[in-house]
């Protein structure tokens, strides 16, 4: 069973930048997608940015393009999502996500939260003026 645990939320001002970490325990396959999904107060989960392994590839919604940078640590399993330029509208909880091996690249670009298998605990991001 693999285990996801986040790290590095907090209360950040309008403009300012913040960095998620996700620690994984292992990973049985060497291709998967991992994500970082966020739900907001009475709003759906909906993903940020992912990484699917066997292409090296990432994506990016529209809403956080040029501002969220997605990256991989492989030595340490541990997933990152640098956050700059933060607005009030990125305040949500947010999830790192992983799937049980290989999805391919449409699900892992989709941001699926169905495709994915493995779930962390969430981590509050709040930005405020």
């Known amino acids: 069973q693999v285990q996801l645990v986040e790290s590095g939320g907090g209360s950040v001002q309008t403009g300012g930048s913040l960095r998620l970490s996700c620690s994984a325990s292992?990973?049985?396959?060497?291709?998967?997608?991992m994500g970082w999904f966020r739900q907001a107060p009475g709003k759906e989960r909906e993903g940020v940015a992912s990484f699917y392994t066997g292409t090296m590839t990432t994506w990016y919604a529209d809403s956080v393009k040029g501002r969220f940078t997605i990256s991989q640590d492989n030595a340490k399993n541990t997933l990152y999502l640098q956050m700059n330029t933060l607005k009030s509208e990125d305040t949500a909880v947010y999830y790192c996500?992983?799937?049980?091996?290989?999805?391919?690249?449409?699900?892992?670009?989709?941001?699926?939260?169905?495709?994915?298998?493995?779930w962390g605990q969430g981590t509050q991001v709040t930005v405020s003026s």
């Open positions: 996500a992983a799937s049980r091996g290989p999805i391919g690249t449409l699900a892992c670009r989709s941001f699926r939260p169905s495709a994915m298998s493995y």
């Open positions: 292992e990973f049985t396959y060497s291709t998967f997608c």
